[in-house]
């Protein structure tokens, strides 16, 4: 499923270009259900969770100006495991929980969350060089992300761009974010300006920036939450839907003081410094077999 020269390039370069996953029956099963979702989103949206109204426009619920508001200009659905069965054995899907748990080193792998990040075709917007962990409300730095084309990502619909090692660069880790914050807080405490940190500066690159990860519809790639990637605007008339799914080391803990207004820690059922575990994080299970349901 996965080999040894794929772990070793993941390890080293902080991101893998894994190839198919999917054939392309399961990925159109799987966009059905993403217009599942569009269609209750446009009719009002689903209040049962926090999160569903997260990342997009809602239709009637949003009113304001009629032109302003583009019926698929989609950018995030966050949580498609719990509103569609389909996404929710997706999660167990032996091949990329698999990849996840070896990436990882652990035998077992945890959702954080799943989402999908859409760009509708012309019109949208680029995505900046970012880590994902210092968004996150979490402890320990394990956790990696299956990025999964729902459509072909090229360079002009906006895919996946990563920049090579950034995971493992010191100037990026943990131990430099802590610094630049105390640095920064002790600025403020003085009325002082302080220096633009290269953290920072990677922010203002542009996506070409980064090594480009074209994708077919059905393949997947998998990213380290601390290696900077960027997705530029969509210039194409063809849309750009992605099904993301961040899967932490079995372990993880929670750290609110990261990320305090993160949408899901209404939904935790443990303490500041405890594992995250609970309904809203399951356990991928590669063994139940649920995803060959749909096979
Ligand atoms: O899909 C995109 O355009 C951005 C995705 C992203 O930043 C991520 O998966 O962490």
């Not at 974010?177 to 220096?195: D, F, S, T, V």
Request: charged content about 25%; hydrophobic content about 35%; glycine content about 8%.
């Amino acid at each position: 499923m996965i080999t040894q020269q794929q772990i070793e390039f993941f390890n080293e370069n902080g991101y893998l270009r894994y190839g198919r996953v999917l054939d392309m029956a399961e990925v159109e099963a799987l966009r059905t259900g993403l217009d599942n979702v569009i269609a209750i989103e446009e009719a009002g949206g689903d209040e049962s969770e926090i999160e569903f109204k997260y990342g997009h426009r809602r239709g009637a619920s949003m009113g304001g100006n009629a032109e302003e508001h583009q019926p698929r200009h989609i950018v995030q659905y966050v949580n498609m495991f719990k509103r569609e069965p389909i996404y929710e054995r997706l999660l167990h899907h032996p091949v990329i929980s698999g990849a996840a748990c070896a990436l990882l080193n652990t035998p077992r792998v945890r959702l954080w969350h799943d989402q999908i990040i859409s760009k509708p075709p012309e019109e949208n917007r680029h995505f900046h060089f970012h880590q994902d962990f210092y968004l996150w409300p979490l402890r320990e730095p394990r956790i990696v992300t299956c990025w999964l084309a729902l459509d072909d990502a090229t360079p002009d619909n906006g895919c996946m761009h990563v920049v090579p090692g950034s995971h493992r660069d010191p100037r990026f880790g943990l131990e430099s974010y802590a610094a630049e914050l105390a640095a920064r807080a002790e600025a403020e405490a003085q009325g002082r300006e302080i220096k633009e940190t290269d953290r920072q500066k990677m922010a203002h690159q542009p996506a070409d920036f980064g090594k480009p990860v074209a994708l077919k519809a059905g393949e997947c790639m998998f990213h380290h939450c601390l290696n900077f990637h960027a997705t530029p605007a969509n210039v194409t008339d063809r849309q750009r839907r992605a099904h993301v799914m961040i899967f932490m080391a079995e372990g993880v803990r929670t750290k609110l003081d990261q990320s305090p207004n993160h949408v899901l820690i209404p939904g935790f059922t443990v303490g500041d410094g405890e594992e995250l575990v609970g309904e809203g994080f399951p356990l991928s299970n590669p063994e139940s077999g649920k995803w060959k349901v749909t096979a």
